[in-house]
C-alpha cells in the first residue's frame, strides 16, 4: 500500500513541475494526492484490526467434529471445528450454555455390557460371602492348596457305589489316571495329586448286629484299597457313613490306618442319622459343627502325635441342613478343610447347589462331586474340568462317583 502510494506521488510531482502544466492546474494537481491518498489510508487501517485474528485462527489447528450421536442434517456437513481458545491461566474457555435441543441431541455412551456368570461362578458373589477365607498358613508337606486332589470313590465290594467299585482294578486305575491327566491338562498350575476314596463304613438299611444300620468294612478288604492307592502313587481316604451310630465311636477305630502319612478321612452327613433315628435312605441326615470339630481334633492330635504332615477332612453336603453351625467350624493348621459339594443332577442344579450350599458359607477348601451315572441319566452332559473351573473359588478337590 505504501509503495503504491509514494508512486502516486512521484508521478505527480513530475507532473507539476512539467513546463506546459498552468498555476490553476499545478494548484489542483498538488491538492489531488491527498484526496487519492485517504480511501488508501483508511482500507489499510480497517487491514490491520484484522490481521491478528486472522493470523490467530491460522495457527489454531482443526479439529475434526464426530458424526457419532449426530442429527442427519450435521453428519452431511464436513467443515471442521475449531477448538476455543485458552486464557492467559491456560484454563479452557467456557463453552456456551446448552439449550434443551442441544442436551436432547447428545446421547450417553452406552454402558460396558454386565459378565453374565453362572450359578457358583460369579466372583464378586463369592466376595460378598468371605472367599478367600483367611486361614492359617499351610503347614509344610500339605497337599492343599498347592495340588488338585482327584479321586475316585467307592466301595470294591459294590459296582453301584462308585467308580472304585465298578470297575476292575487295573480298569479303575486306568481311568483315574486318565481323568487326572485331564485335570492338570486344564489347570497346569495345580498338578494332581490322585486318590481313592473308600468308604469304609457303609450305612445299611438294616439293624444289623449292633442295630447301628452301619456295616463297618473288614480290615482286610480296606488294606487291599489302601495297597491299590500305593500302587498308583494316590493317596487313600476312608469315609464314615455313621447310620445310627456315633462319629465319638466310631472314629477312634481308624487310628491303625489314619496314622498313616498317606490316609486321609471324609465323614458324610447324609447318613448321619443318630437324633432323627430315621433309617438310611429315607431321610437325609446331618452333622453339626461340634460333630465336625470332633472329627477334625482327632486328626489333629493323631498328626501331632505320629508327627505327621497335616490331614486332609472331607465333609459332603448338598442341602442346607447338611450341616449346621458352618460357621462354628474350627480350622486348624493341621487339618485341611474341604467342603464337597455332593449332590447330583443337571449342570445347572450342580451349580445351584455349589453356590448355595459351599459358595454362601465359608469354610476353608471347596470341592465338586461328579457322577458318571447320576449326572448324566436324562441325557445330560458330564461337566469338564474346563466348566467346573469356572466356579468361584474354583474346587481344590474332585470326586468321581
Known amino acids: ?51 491478528p485474528a486472522a493470523q490467530a485462527q491460522a495457527a489454531t489447528p482443526p479439529v475434526t467434529a464426530p458424526i457419532a450421536n449426530m442429527s442427519s442434517a450435521t453428519k452431511t456437513a464436513s467443515a471442521p471445528v475449531y477448538a476455543p481458545a485458552t486464557t492467559a491461566t491456560n484454563k479452557p474457555a467456557q463453552a456456551p450454555a446448552k439449550t434443551g435441543k442441544d ?30 477365607v483367611k486361614c492359617p498358613e499351610p503347614l509344610p508337606g500339605s497337599i492343599l492348596p498347592g495340588k488338585r486332589i482327584v479321586a475316585y470313590y467307592g466301595n470294591p465290594k459294590s459296582k453301584k457305589m462308585g467308580a472304585l467299585g465298578e470297575y476292575p482294578k487295573d480298569d479303575m486305575l486306568r481311568r483315574l489316571k486318565g481323568e487326572a491327566a ?14 481313592l476314596h473308600l468308604i469304609a463304613v457303609v450305612a445299611q438299611g438294616e439293624p444289623g448286629k449292633a442295630g447301628k444300620y452301619r456295616m463297618i468294612m473288614p480290615d482286610a478288604v480296606v488294606n487291599e484299597v489302601y495297597g ?18 456315633d462319629i465319638r465311636t466310631v472314629l477312634p477305630r481308624f487310628e491303625w490306618l489314619l496314622k498313616n502319612p498317606d490316609v486321609h478321612l471324609g465323614i458324610d452327613p447324609e447318613f448321619n442319622l443318630i437324633k432323627s433315628r430315621k433309617i438310611p435312605g429315607t431321610k437325609i441326615g446331618t452333622y453339626d459343627a461340634a460333630d465336625i470339630n470332633y472329627a477334625s481334633g482327632f486328626l489333629k492330635d493323631l498328626v501331632k502325635k505320629y508327627n505327621l504332615p497335616p490331614k486332609v477332612m472331607i465333609v459332603h453336603r448338598f442341602t ?22 455332593d449332590g447330583w443332577g443337571a ?21 465338586f462331586k461328579l457322577f458318571y451315572h447320576n449326572d448324566t441319566k436324562k441325557g445330560d452332559a458330564l461337566l469338564t474340568p474346563q466348566e467346573v473351573l469356572k466356579l468361584n473359588p474354583k474346587p481344590i478337590y474332585i470326586q468321581y462317583q
Open 103 to 132: 442436551k436432547a441431541a447428545v446421547k450417553e455412551a452406552p454402558a460396558a455390557p454386565k459378565v453374565k456368570f453362572n450359578a457358583g461362578e460369579d466372583p464378586e458373589f463369592a466376595k460378598t460371602c468371605g472367599w478367600p
Open 347 to 367: 449342570p445347572w442344579l450342580k451349580r445351584d447347589s455349589y453356590k448355595d450350599y459351599v459358595v454362601a458359607e465359608p469354610v476353608q477348601y471347596t470341592g
Open 182 to 195: 485331564k485335570w492338570e491338562k486344564a489347570d497346569p498350575s495345580h498338578p494332581v495329586q490322585p486318590a
Open 228 to 245: 491299590w492307592a500305593k500302587q498308583a502313587n494316590a493317596i487313600l481316604f476312608i469315609d464314615i457313613q455313621t447310620g445310627h451310630d
Open 1 to 51: 500500500m505504501v509503495s503504491i502510494f509514494r508512486t502516486i506521488i512521484l508521478s505527480m510531482e513530475f507532473f507539476v513541475k512539467h513546463p506546459s502544466i498552468s498555476p490553476a492546474h499545478r494548484t489542483l494537481t498538488r491538492i489531488l494526492p491527498a484526496l487519492l491518498a485517504l480511501p488508501l489510508c483508511l482500507a489499510a487501517c480497517s487491514d490491520s484490526k484484522r490481521q
Open 320 to 341: 442346607r441342613n447338611g450341616v449346621t453351625n458352618a460357621r462354628h467350624i474350627a480350622l486348624r493348621p493341621e487339618v485341611q478343610m474341604v467342603m464337597n459339594m
